[in-house]
């Protein structure tokens, strides 16, 4: 499994720009709403520094890092849940992401016209989060109908799912996304199968001018209270000095982001932040054939962490054989790592740490 990022926005925020940026997968950029008729998907790979440490080590014949995949999805507008502008098709591809990237536009530019007329990120995080919340009622109302005739015929589940339906259609109602709720453990998985757009985590990517780097100005400084509220975060961008990095070896990209007082490039905040917001971690695998990163959530088990790679390494799952990372670097073999009698046999209650190396032993 890899990180799937939509990114949502109102039009002319500077949206498909950003996407290109981070993805350059050139997706059509124009000064008019609605340039975006199909979701674009950008797949990139996620830096990893250990991966070139172990490619020395082993030398395969190939290094395949884990990805991050970002779809760019068309400009929202107010009344985009009942199918004003080009919304309503769009919306449900939100559905199928892990974890939704608002662009919110934080620059004045008197060439590029904003479709409300003028700049005001806390109108356009209201107008976006009120058409999220409309759809998702529109959902919730459809499924409570659904679940009425299972539940007076008493099937347990039912009145669960029943019960979480009400809930969030009470939050949804208030224009309350329903990641802000209270939910039991035993409610979670009945709210995952409603597929709730504002139950997914939202990062603000706010879009500023050069200028304003690296912290963002006042305009960035009204969005910061909304994303601590939601237990977010807000990455401070802009979507030309992203584009220009894209073109950049690593060692020039860091001196030209220097420039800006930036420690990293805004695609590699989302992937650090994205990690963190959704309890990803990511481990090893090691030969003379391929150096490969996976992505796994964190708390996996290691019969769980095979099945990313197949699903029959996770059925006929046997042992794992790990090693931590850092150990192998210290060490400088595999087998010198054997010897400090730091490499281990683990069995199906392991879970997997961010840096193991494991090898998977599992019976056809």
Known sequence: MGLRIGIVGLPNVGKSTVFNALTKAGAQVANYPFCTIDPNVGIVPVPDERLEKLAEIYKPEKVTPTTIEFVDIAGLVKGASTGEGLGNQFLGNIKEVDAILHVVRCFEDPNVVHVSGSVDPMRDIEVIQTELCLKDLETVSNRIKKLEKNVKAGDKDAKIAFSVAQKASKLLEAGTPVRKGEWTKEEIPFLS????????????????????????????????????????????????????????????????????????????????????????????????????????????????????????????????????????????????????????????????????????????
């Open 193 to 364: 199968e409603l597929q709730l757009m504002t139950q997914k985590p939202m990062l603000y990517g706010a879009n500023v001018n050069e200028s304003d780097l690296p912290k963002g100005g006042s305009l960035v400084d009204q969005i910061h209270p909304i994303a601590e509220r939601e237990g977010s975060h807000v990455v401070v961008l802009c979507g030309k000095v992203e584009a220009e990095v894209a073109e950049l070896s690593d060692a020039e990209a860091k001196l030209y982001l220097k420039e800006f007082g930036l420690e990293e490039s805004g695609l590699s905040q989302l992937i650090r932040i994205g990690y963190e917001l959704l309890g990803l971690i990511t481990f090893l695998t090691a030969g003379e054939k391929e150096v490969r990163a996976w992505t796994v959530k964190k708390g996996a088990s290691a019969p769980q962490a095979a099945g990313v790679i197949h699903s029959d390494f996770e059925r006929g799952f046997i042992r794992a054989e790990v090693m931590r990372y850092d150990d192998l670097v210290k060490y400088g073999s595999q087998q010198a790592v054997k010897e400090k009698g730091l490499y281990r046999l683990e069995g199906k209650e392991y879970i997997v740490r961010d840096g193991d190396i494991i090898y998977f032993r599992f019976a056809v």
